[in-house]
């Protein structure tokens, strides 16, 4: 019982940060039909930009808030120097487009930074907190309230404000809210820097139990597009309950199987989910008249 505990706190822990992954794809996809393959840079920036700026003297608050503002601006960038030029274009072409920012990103963060992982100190101490027989990180706790504030946040500003009621006009039908006055592009780059914003805090939540290093961002990518694919692409609320069955499913098999499969679950969920299911848990079946 102690180690099944122990393994549903391990799972609920990295499914949070999953969760946030998997909502960055589904907010840049729902109000662009952009899948973005550089969402795992987001991550691997935030962490990394935090602990070298920390490393340089600056208070981890003040590391982490210039970190979240810095990936912001690199999200807004990937979107007017790749995303927009490229508007018009195929979704092959725009899923190449993200994936060689993906590597992009991923070579200038080795040449400014370096190829060592780095950890950030744990937010309110590293001792164990001792439950049912499971011992859980503070920081466990510190990741899973922080992707519970976030996904509240993002909730409510799409439900209780004008611009979130923008963001599900264009998310709807873009052509339409185009002739309704809504800034479209706006929008659009508006989702980005969201997505970036949300990648940059997993990260650094996550940095102090995980680590973090200059090519994270792809493993991170692959488990965030397949929990968004477990709840179904365009779902908010399927990519939070696919991040956590992902994690929970990783936990779980590695340790009751082995952990050398840890990582290939991602893929069998993606391959189960396409056969099974390809609209998600929470999507809906579409039909096409021809």
Do not use: C
């Not at 808030?65 to 807004?76: D, E, P, R, Y």
């Not at 994936?99 to 963060?109: E, N, P, W």
């Not at 479209?184 to 805090?201: E, P, Q, T």
């Not at 965030?224 to 936990?251: D, H, K, R, T």
Request: proline share 3%; hydrophobic share 60%.
């Amino acid at each position: 019982m102690p180690e099944l505990l122990q393994f549903a706190f391990s799972g609920l822990t990295v499914g949070a940060v999953y969760a946030l992954v998997a909502l960055g794809f589904t907010l840049i996809y729902n109000a662009s039909d952009v899948v973005n393959f550089a969402q795992g840079e987001f991550v691997m920036l935030g962490g990394m930009i935090t602990v070298f700026l920390h490393l340089a003297g600056l208070p981890i608050p003040v590391a982490a808030f210039a970190a979240i503002l810095i990936t912001v601006l690199v999200g807004l960038a990937l979107y007017a120097f790749a995303i927009d030029l490229a508007r018009g274009s195929g979704a092959v072409q725009i899923i190449i487009i993200t994936i060689g920012a993906s590597i992009f990103l991923r070579g200038v963060a080795q040449v400014i930074f370096d190829k060592r992982f780095h950890a950030l100190p744990a937010w309110f101490g590293s001792e164990p907190i001792r439950l049912g027989g499971a011992a859980i990180l503070p920081q466990s706790l510190v990741v899973l309230a922080g992707a519970a504030l976030i996904v509240a946040l993002i909730f409510l500003m799409i439900d209780r404000t004008i611009l979130g009621r923008a963001i599900l006009a264009t998310a709807t039908n873009r052509l339409a809210a185009r002739l309704v006055g809504i800034p479209v592009r706006r929008i659009v780059a508006l989702s980005f820097a969201l997505s970036a914003a949300i990648g940059a805090v997993a990260g650094l939540l996550v940095t102090p139990i995980t680590l973090t290093s200059y090519d994270v961002g792809t493993l991170m990518a692959l488990k965030g597009f397949a929990a968004a694919m477990l709840g179904g692409m365009g779902s908010a609320p399927g990519a939070i309950v696919g991040g956590v069955l992902l994690g929970l499913a990783e936990s779980f098999g590695a340790g009751l199987i082995s952990s050398k499969y840890k990582d290939a679950i991602a893929f069998l969920i993606i391959l189960f989910t396409l056969f099974v299911r390809p609209q998600g848990l929470f999507g809906k079946r579409s039909t096409e008249r021809v």
